[in-house]
């Protein structure tokens, strides 16, 4: 049975407690606001759901993950950014970044960033734990991501590109920023061919955690001071 999380302080079951099928639903219930999510993310835990649904959380396993060092650039990614004139801002206009990752896709049927993630997730940016990284051509938001920063973990959420590879330039600045300060990994979440493309790849659940357990320390620089990353 699954387990029913009362509102209140965030406690969440052990992940080992996830379901085979579906895949790491670990709970429902609780609430979705900044404190929870704060409190999910470090034991590999966050919130996935349609609007209308329960609050659901999951912890699948195997993990998608990218570590920094290993994004892949292929040749047309090079010659894509070379030819393109952007800048890539930080954590300027976090809100449009969610709002243009909720928007419609194609191959798409409607997005899981309701209205009440994205309150959530712009409080976790207030407090400095939730960041986006954009990308600009002309003054124009073309491309962008979010996600949170813990420890020396990126826990990254969802990308857009409004222009080819935009979401893919965006990662791999954020890569190359996250390595030269030292974070471990990039959680992807879930895998899909798009990500595994660019480097990303799958481990068990228990690796993740100790993973997670492993990089609770500052990074050894704040890359989210900067406002430019080029």
């Given at each position: 049975m699954l387990p029913w999380l009362e509102p209140g302080f965030p406690a969440?079951?052990?992940?080992?407690?996830?379901?085979?099928?579906p895949n790491g639903l670990l709970a429902a219930g609780g609430e979705l606001n900044a404190d929870w999510l704060q409190a999910a993310y470090p034991k590999g835990i966050f919130p996935w759901f349609n609007e209308g649904e329960p609050i659901l959380w999951w912890s699948p396993s195997p993990r998608c993950v990218l570590f920094p060092n290993r994004f892949h650039t292929s040749k047309s990614l090079r010659k894509r950014m070379r030819s393109l004139n952007y800048r890539l801002r930080i954590d300027q206009?976090?809100?449009?970044?969610?709002?243009?990752?909720?928007?419609?896709?194609?191959?798409?049927?409607?997005?899981?960033?309701?209205?009440?993630?994205?309150?959530?997730?712009?409080?976790?940016?207030?407090?400095?734990?939730?960041?986006?990284?954009e990308m600009y051509v002309d003054e124009h938001l073309v491309g962008g991501l979010y996600g949170l920063s813990i420890g020396k973990v990126f826990f990254g959420e969802s990308m857009f590109s409004k222009t080819a590879d935009a979401s893919k330039?965006?990662?791999?600045?954020?890569?190359?920023?996250?390595?030269?300060a030292g974070y471990a990994v990039i959680d992807c979440q879930i895998y899909n061919p798009h990500l595994n493309s660019l480097g990303a790849?799958?481990?068990?659940?228990?690796?993740?955690?100790?993973?997670l357990n492993a990089c609770n320390e500052a990074p050894m620089e704040d890359i989210w001071a900067?406002?430019?990353?080029?």
């Amino acid at each position: 049975m699954l387990p029913w999380l009362e509102p209140g302080f965030p406690a969440f079951p052990p992940t080992a407690w996830a379901l085979d099928e579906p895949n790491g639903l670990l709970a429902a219930g609780g609430e979705l606001n900044a404190d929870w999510l704060q409190a999910a993310y470090p034991k590999g835990i966050f919130p996935w759901f349609n609007e209308g649904e329960p609050i659901l959380w999951w912890s699948p396993s195997p993990r998608c993950v990218l570590f920094p060092n290993r994004f892949h650039t292929s040749k047309s990614l090079r010659k894509r950014m070379r030819s393109l004139n952007y800048r890539l801002r930080i954590d300027q206009n976090f809100e449009a970044v969610m709002h243009a990752c909720a928007a419609p896709r194609a191959r798409q049927e409607g997005t899981w960033i309701s209205s009440a993630f994205v309150s959530a997730y712009s409080e976790l940016a207030a407090r400095g734990i939730c960041h986006s990284i954009e990308m600009y051509v002309d003054e124009h938001l073309v491309g962008g991501l979010y996600g949170l920063s813990i420890g020396k973990v990126f826990f990254g959420e969802s990308m857009f590109s409004k222009t080819a590879d935009a979401s893919k330039i965006c990662l791999y600045h954020l890569a190359e920023k996250l390595e030269q300060a030292g974070y471990a990994v990039i959680d992807c979440q879930i895998y899909n061919p798009h990500l595994n493309s660019l480097g990303a790849e799958q481990i068990d659940r228990d690796e993740f955690n100790q993973l997670l357990n492993a990089c609770n320390e500052a990074p050894m620089e704040d890359i989210w001071a900067q406002k430019e990353w080029n």
